[in-house]
């Protein structure tokens, strides 16, 4: 079962046996391996607006399937059963009139981005850290009475990366471009459209990361169609559960890569979307991955299931038809943490974790909270990097401590906030039974799981079977769980994924908190709030 990650910086992919054992990864990183497209952490910035290059995602897609073909180290691919797919959340993919018909008539022997080099009307996908669409926000939360309606309504009230916001943007801005559309699709469902050479649906999941789905109903709104300017068909027609299978690969696709004619394609989803089914956390687990952006999300069932509030999010859930998965999402996470590295602890990991190391559990009382770029949660605030003195007052300049003032100032001030919104803002409280099941690349890094389970105050796990690429190994747990239901005799999808993993535990615990230094996070954390009100609000785009 393969599983692919199409994400901000790379693309990644995940090969699992039937023991649900990892046996393979290979990943394509935008800014290295695709130079000529000259991103920038895998994307274009210009103000505001963040972009990727669409043609960039085919030619990395292509790219990785043809090196595993040619990877004597790979398992063959004539062995796969099922493929699904992880991506970024929320950005969007524009097919031009006409697109439908150069997927059906692909040919094996071409790269596909010469192949689909004309198909996007909008060729610069925007994607999840684009922050410059307030207007649109603002129309979509009016059309249904408010910020809250519209989180009863989708599940979150409008943010600027929310595709519907993005989709309307993209109509008011390029009239033209957008009128040669035919089809409007999520980064999740792009990839398997290129797999099975047309178009895939939306899945509910993802979809629920758009500001346009009624996540009780689990169809459009008809109400946000109409404000973005949008008929469902656009969409493809209603959205599909995660665990559909969406037929079988492509003909040019078995000539070109090698795949089994009956290898099924299993419907993509988004990236903590898989990256919760990968960590298969239980009622009472946070899983945190520690990206691009950071997250933390649990599932929530059947009655428990409560109204979004604050600055949460929930989403369909990926298996569970009962269930959904409630995320905060966090812009600043590991880009920014690289930048505190690279300006600060000279470019190492290993210079950094000396200089966390060696300074005082709380700094002294010296506080920072870097946003370099726009921020999620808190909302609306002013990019910048913000030091605090210890008496909680903005300090202009650097800090007047020690070496690695800044190296901690950021765990912290990340972790910190990170409880704080948790509880205070989304209602979910830590209990004895809490575990935080990490995954994402900071989380091969010991020593900041440290100060993410001090600050929690509870034990930090990891997934044994996923190592740190949680999203595609969600994505190949779901080709699996996909395969597992069309074959039949499972029942319905909870007894099909249940039954995938026996009564197995994958979950290994690698650093329990210091109570000592939790006790000093605890007095930390009710002034968390005064610290971010003291930032300034972010100017409208």
């Not at 085919?58 to 073909?69: F, G, N, Q, W, Y």
């Not at 990340?414 to 209990?431: D, I």
């Not at 029942?491 to 993993?501: I, P």
Request: charged residues 20%.
């Amino acid at each position: 079962f393969l599983g692919f990650d199409c994400s901000t910086q790379s693309t990644k992919v995940t090969v699992i046996n039937d023991k649900l054992t990892n046996v393979y990864e290979r990943a394509i990183h935008y800014d290295t391996d695709l130079p000529a497209y000259k991103t920038d952490g895998g994307s274009h910035r210009d103000g505001s607006r963040v972009t990727s290059p669409t043609l960039m995602w085919v030619e990395a897609i292509d790219k990785i399937l043809c090196d595993m073909k040619d990877d004597k180290e790979a398992p063959p691919l004539t062995n796969l059963k099922a493929i699904s797919v992880s991506a970024q959340q929320h950005g969007s993919v524009y097919w031009k009139k006409g697109a439908s018909d150069v997927l059906a008539a692909l040919d094996a022997t071409k790269p596909l981005v010469d192949q689909l080099a004309s198909c996007f009307s909008v060729p610069n996908s925007p994607i999840w850290m684009d922050s410059s669409t307030t207007e649109q926000c603002q129309a979509l939360e009016k059309a249904v009475g408010g910020a809250e309606a519209l989180a009863a309504l989708t599940g979150s009230a409008a943010f600027e990366r929310f595709t519907g916001a993005q989709i309307a943007a993209q109509k008011q801005r390029y009239p033209q471009q957008f009128d040669e559309t035919e089809r409007v699709g999520l980064v999740s469902s792009f990839v398997p459209t290129l797999l099975l050479a047309k178009y895939a649906p939306i899945d509910v999941s993802d979809g629920s990361g758009m500001n346009l789905l009624d996540i009780n109903k689990k169809t459009w709104d008809s109400t946000l169609l109409s404000t973005v300017g949008i008929s469902d068909q656009l969409l493809g027609g209603q959205p599909v559960n995660s665990y559909t299978c969406l037929g079988q690969v492509a003909d040019y696709a078995v000539k070109r890569y090698g795949f089994p004619a009956d290898c099924k394609v299993i419907c993509g989803s988004g990236d903590n979307n898989n990256s919760l089914v990968g960590a298969s956390g239980g009622g009472d687990d946070i899983v945190v991955s520690l990206g691009t952006s950071d997250t933390l999300t649990t599932t929530i069932r059947g009655e428990n299931r409560k109204p979004p509030t604050g600055e949460g999010h929930v989403f369909c859930h990926p298996i569970y038809d009962d269930g959904v998965m409630v995320m905060l999402c966090v812009a600043n996470g590991s880009l920014t943490r690289e930048w505190v590295r690279d300006t600060y602890a000279d470019s190492s990991w290993e210079t950094f974790n000396k200089q966390l190391e060696s300074t005082a559990i709380g700094n002294q009382g010296w506080r920072g909270i870097y946003f370099l770029t726009q921020e999620i949660v808190p909302h609306g605030k002013k990019t910048g990097v913000y030091r605090f003195n210890p008496e909680g007052k903005l300090h202009s300049g650097e800090f007047g401590s020690s070496e690695g003032s800044d190296v901690r100032a950021v765990l912290e001030g990340q972790f910190l906030s990170y409880r704080y919104h948790l509880e205070t803002k989304v209602g979910l409280k830590l209990t004895k039974q809490s575990r935080l099941i990490v995954c994402g690349g900071a989380s091969a890094n010991h020593s900041i799981l440290q100060v993410l389970a001090d600050v929690f105050g509870v034990a930090v796990f990891v997934d044994t079977r996923a190592n740190t690429n949680a999203a595609s190994y969600g994505a190949a747990l779901r080709a699996a769980h996909g395969w597992k239901m069309v074959s039949g005799g499972v029942g319905d999808a909870e007894t099909a994924f249940r039954s995938l993993f026996g009564e197995g535990e994958f979950h290994k615990c690698v650093v329990k908190p210091n109570v000592d230094a939790t006790a000093v996070y605890e007095k930390l954390l009710s002034g968390v709030g005064s610290l971010e009100a003291q930032i300034p609000a972010s100017a409208a785009p």
